[in-house]
C-alpha cells in the first residue's frame, strides 16, 4: 500500500514560516515517476492545488496566491517533497495534503494532511 506521510504544520504567527515534508513509501512506489503536489484545503471550501514539482527535471508550478513566498522542492533520494512556507498568512491557513500523480498511468495518491494554522 502506498503511503504519503506528511509532516511539519503546525501554529505560526503571520509573516512566520513553515516547512512541509512529505514522506513517501517505496514498497509499491517508485518515487520518480511521479508528480508530486502540495494541496490545500480549508472547511467549506474545494481542496485547491499549491504548488507541483515534476518527477524529472523538478519543474515547478506555484499558485499565485503564494507565489514568490511558496517553494516546492523534492529530494529524490530520500522520497520526499518539501514546501518551504514563507511570510504566511491567515489566508495560507488549512489543511495540506500531499499527493503523488502518475502522468502515464492516471493514479493519484494522497496523503491525510497535516494542519496548518497562521494566527497571532
Known amino acids: 500500500q502506498v503511503q504519503l506521510v506528511e509532516s511539519g504544520g503546525g501554529l505560526v504567527q503571520p509573516g512566520g514560516s513553515l516547512r512541509l515534508s512529505c514522506a513517501a513509501s517505496?514498497?509499491?512506489?517508485?518515487?520518480?515517476?511521479?508528480?508530486m503536489s502540495w494541496y490545500r484545503q480549508t472547511p467549506g471550501q474545494e481542496r485547491e492545488l499549491v504548488a507541483s514539482?515534476?518527477?524529472?527535471?523538478?519543474?515547478?508550478t506555484v499558485a499565485s496566491s503564494v507565489k514568490g513566498r511558496f517553494t516546492i522542492d523534492r529530494d529524490n533520494a530520500k522520497n520526499t517533497v518539501y514546501l518551504q512556507m514563507n511570510g504566511l498568512k491567515p489566508e495560507d491557513a488549512g489543511v495540506y495534503y500531499c499527493?503523488?500523480?502518475?502522468?502515464?498511468?492516471?493514479?493519484?495518491?494522497w496523503g491525510k494532511g497535516t494542519l496548518v494554522t497562521v494566527s497571532s
Open positions: 499527493s503523488a500523480f502518475n502522468p502515464f498511468s492516471g493514479v493519484r495518491y
Open positions: 517505496t514498497l509499491t512506489l517508485t518515487f520518480t515517476n511521479y508528480y
Open positions: 514539482i515534476t518527477n524529472v527535471g523538478g519543474v515547478t
